[in-house]
């Protein structure tokens, strides 16, 4: 997955092809020993056309090796446009796609689900004649993004939908076989509403629902992607609560009583997550990065879009949704070249060291008053920031932030003087912690990406940048003149991904040539 020379923006530890379009992780299940991974993809470019199924597989999460394309438009077929988004299942020898059947001649916002399968573990697809579920429902203006799920003796179907009424909804259905699916209505369905406080809201429809069901005494998690038909800032969205059955006493668990909407990720960077269900019932989410800079550059750069991380996802016991790398990621981590501890005081940085353009990094971070007080630290906060700074020039004028804001309770990450280049977006971006306690951080920077994990709440975000400094990059500690900061930090340089080189046109649907 290298380039000659190397592109200083292309990831090394995060799944994509080697070059083209890539944007929803699709059809992800573990299925004959192996963590499949399917994508949307276009083999012909790096914008956002021709949609095709791309598709990896790896047995440990640290090598992968790149399978023919899973699935190909259709001429004159009901996927003639493009075989959209949707999930997998694994069904003894079977390995059973679904997927969103895409005509424009339909309507843009009608995309009916269809199926193929893989007798040969996934390298090669067999499509169904016709559609699984043809027709939309009654009051349903949008419809796409089939998520499939066994539920003991039963399978059941998630569709992400927008409603006549103006209430985004995520649709349920229910089958015996796989074949035939009974709707049973809306699995959740609401009006638009705040997300976490901010101004970012769930949407007029929901894309790529998924499930993590209710275990262990802990609640289920319904995630979805918050779509409005004229584009804008968009986020992934998580409603916790527990399965009821409808009026009239039903137990089937035909509705989700869930409670005010959360994110899944904090970060602008980071859209249409799918779920894995793993071996030893372990959940694990890959989202789609999308690139954060004009498109004129990315496709000159001849690819455009990176997965995440693999992330394990659970509920915790108070109610909250957590993520934290896949544990298998440790391996990736190489010479450690930076370990620090002290104080930051004042306004003058403590240097912490040099690394790589691709580390993996855990901290500790506590504010604490300069001087002696009877109360804490008081809320109107530091008078400069307070936290850390990756610098990626030489100069000191290009840079990432990771800072602290006591007063609101939140950790900022900070990209407006990140890239030099103005083709590169900004912005700066938070996620709650709790008040007064110390920070566990774990960021994970992978050339253009940035992952941000608070490990005491288990949040997450997620953001691109652009550095156009030449290396070395350095890491600071940042004080400020009213408080101090206490730091221990560690950093790793992150390895890349043991990833298969395809054969030649591997990538490319039979028949055709870049």
């Known amino acids: ?51 095709h199924w791309g598709h990896f597989r790896s047995p440990d999460l640290l090598s992968w090796e790149p399978l023919p394309i899973a699935l190909t438009p259709t001429p004159g077929g009901e996927d003639a446009d ?5 999930n997998a299942v694994s069904d003894g020898d079977r390995l059973i796609v679904f997927y969103s059947a895409n005509r424009w001649d339909r309507s843009p916002q009608h995309q009916p689900v269809t199926t193929a399968v893989s007798l040969d573990g996934g390298r090669t697809f067999t499509p169904r ?46 089958s015996p076989d796989l074949e035939t699916w009974t709707h049973r209505g809306p699995f959740d369905a609401r009006e638009q509403e705040p997300v976490g406080g901010t101004d970012l809201h769930t949407g007029e429809g929901w894309e790529c629902p998924q499930y993590l069901p209710a275990r262990s005494g802990r609640p289920g998690a319904l995630l979805f992607s918050a779509w409005s038909e004229h584009d804008g800032a968009r986020c992934v969205a998580a409603l916790i609560g527990e399965e009821r059955g409808e009026e009239g006493g039903q137990e089937r668990g035909d509705v989700l009583e869930a409670g005010s909407p959360v994110f899944v990720d904090h970060g602008p960077d980071c859209y249409a997550p ?11 989410l890959w989202g789609w990065s999308w690139e954060a800079r004009e498109e004129s550059w990315a496709a ?25 790398p896949a544990a298998e990621l440790l391996a990736l981590r190489g010479r450690h070249t930076v370990h620090a501890e002290g104080v930051a005081r004042g306004s003058e940085p403590v240097q912490l060291g040099g690394v790589g353009s691709a580390f993996d990094l855990t901290a500790r971070l506590e504010v604490t008053a300069a001087a002696p007080v009877e109360s804490p630290v008081a809320p109107a906060g530091p008078t400069g920031p307070l936290g850390l700074r990756l610098l990626t020039g030489p100069d000191g004028s290009e840079y990432l932030d990771i800072r602290l804001d006591p007063a609101a309770g939140e950790l900022v990450v900070d990209r407006d003087h990140a890239s030099l280049d103005s083709r590169a977006q900004g912005g700066s971006y938070r996620m709650p912690y709790p008040a007064g306690e110390p920070i566990e951080l ?21 953001l691109r940048f652009y550095p156009t400094g ?45």
């Not at 493009?82 to 949707?86: A, E, L, V």
């Not at 001849?302 to 957590?322: K, M, Q």
């Not at 930090?489 to 043991?498: H, K, M, S, Y």
């Open 274 to 284: 799918a779920l894995l269900r793993g071996p030893g019932d372990r959940w694990l």
């Open 1 to 51: 997955m290298s380039t000659a020379p190397r592109d200083p923006f292309r990831p090394v530890a995060h799944l994509r092809p080697p070059r083209n379009w890539i944007n929803d992780p699709n059809g992800l299940v573990f299925h004959d020993g192996h963590y499949h991974v399917f994508h949307q993809y276009n083999p012909f470019g790096a914008t956002h056309a021709d949609m």
């Open 129 to 174: 004649e016709g559609l699984l579920i043809p027709e939309l429902p009654d009051g349903c203006t949008m419809y796409r993004d089939p998520y499939v799920w066994r539920d003991g003796e039963r399978w059941r179907m998630l569709v992400g939908a927008a409603l006549a009424d103006g209430r985004g909804a995520a649709l349920l259905y229910e």
């Open 300 to 324: 000159a750069d001849g690819w455009a879009g990176v997965l995440t991380l693999p992330r394990e996802i659970s509920v915790h016991d108070d109610g909250t949704l957590r993520q934290e």
């Open 82 to 86: 493009g075989c959209f988004s949707g």
């Open 442 to 462: 774990r960021v994970v920077v992978d050339h253009s990406i940035a992952e941000v994990f608070l490990t005491s709440t288990g949040q997450v975000l997620t």
């Open 470 to 514: 030449e290396g070395p990059w350095r890491l600071q500690a940042l004080g400020a003149p009213d408080v101090h900061l206490e730091f221990a930090v560690d950093a790793w340089e992150l390895l890349p991904l043991t990833v298969k080189e395809p054969s030649a046109d591997a990538d490319l649907p039979r028949g055709r040539s870049a």
